[in-house]
């Protein structure tokens, strides 16, 4: 049986009309053609016009806080201090600061006493029962023998020994330890003895009220000595003050 086919419209019938409306056939449909200024112009499908990168539907705003959110261990929240922990913290950090004051006062005790000489009785009651020295500064580089002799008296194995220490310094000094050591005529030395401060305490001046225990600054400080020795035969001495 022999098939029959509809001629298509040629290319030229198509482009020539820019609209074509064809009337419904028998099953009621209707073919619009649209020529392509129309498609450029007419607004596209509505999924074009959506907003890109919404949060999914899923994703929610946080909930402002209510009473069912979740609060901080009681541990991890400070208290509110009251008149008395306050008070007394307080008197806690005053009394530590006073200790601290006394500590250093101790270890500087030294210049303490050098700029306030009135504290050295408080000084000495601070350091009683730890067992510290409030003493003067010590500075032998400071002391200087301006004058020296050595005699024995007639008759005895004494000798009678004076010198002259002279204080550089513009503060009182300690006052010094003095080694004396005798020497023979080849400038050997045969005997060698040590005096304290309590050995030549009462040749100090007593004039001037010079402090306690020290040479006043820039003073000389005169030191007279009565010693015996084993035999008289030293021909010499060496003298100099130090600090043990």
């Known amino acids: 049986m022999a098939e029959t086919r509809s001629a298509s419209p040629p290319p030229a019938?198509?482009?020539?009309?820019?609209?074509?409306?064809?009337?419904?056939?028998?099953?009621?449909?209707?073919?619009?053609?649209?020529?392509?200024?129309?498609?450029?112009?007419?607004?596209?499908?509505?999924?074009?016009?959506?907003?890109?990168?919404?949060?999914?539907?899923t994703e929610h705003a946080p909930a402002a806080a209510g009473a069912g959110d979740e609060v901080a261990p009681s541990f991890l929240l400070a208290p509110e201090a009251s008149p008395t922990r306050r008070a007394a913290q307080g008197a806690a950090g005053a009394l530590l600061a006073l200790l601290l004051a006394l500590q250093l006062t101790l270890i500087y005790?030294?210049?303490?006493?050098?700029?306030?000489?009135?504290?050295?009785?408080?000084?000495?009651?601070?350091?009683?029962?730890?067992?510290?020295?409030?003493?003067?500064?010590?500075?032998?580089?400071?002391?200087?023998?301006?004058?020296?002799?050595?005699?024995?008296?007639?008759?005895?194995?004494?000798?009678?020994?004076?010198?002259?220490?002279?204080?550089?310094?513009?503060?009182?000094l300690e006052l010094p330890a003095v080694e004396l050591t005798l020497t023979d005529s080849l400038n050997r030395a045969v005997a060698r003895r040590?005096?304290?401060?309590?050995?030549?305490?009462?040749?100090?001046?007593?004039?001037?009220?010079?402090?306690?225990?020290?040479?006043p600054a820039g003073s000389d400080l005169s030191v007279h000595l009565l010693f015996e020795t084993p035999d008289g035969g030293a021909a010499g001495f060496e003298a100099y003050p130090f600090y043990p």
Not at 13 to 36: H, I, K, Y
Not at 143 to 159: D, F, I, R, W
Not at 200 to 213: D, K, M, V
Request: with cysteine; charged share 15%; glycine share 4%.
């Open 194 to 215: 040590v005096f304290l401060p309590a050995d030549y305490r009462a040749a100090l001046p007593e004039s001037g009220a010079p402090p306690a225990g020290a040479i």
């Open 109 to 172: 005790r030294t210049r303490v006493l050098v700029q306030w000489p009135a504290l050295r009785p408080a000084l000495e009651t601070l350091c009683a029962p730890l067992g510290c020295a409030v003493a003067w500064p010590m500075r032998p580089d400071l002391l200087a023998v301006v004058s020296s002799e050595l005699q024995s008296l007639p008759g005895t194995n004494v000798l009678e020994f004076n010198a002259v220490l002279r204080s550089r310094a513009s503060y009182p």
């Open 13 to 57: 019938a198509v482009a020539a009309s820019e609209s074509a409306q064809f009337e419904p056939d028998v099953s009621g449909n209707t073919l619009t053609v649209f020529s392509l200024p129309d498609l450029e112009t007419r607004p596209g499908p509505a999924w074009a016009t959506e907003a890109p990168d919404e949060p999914p539907a």
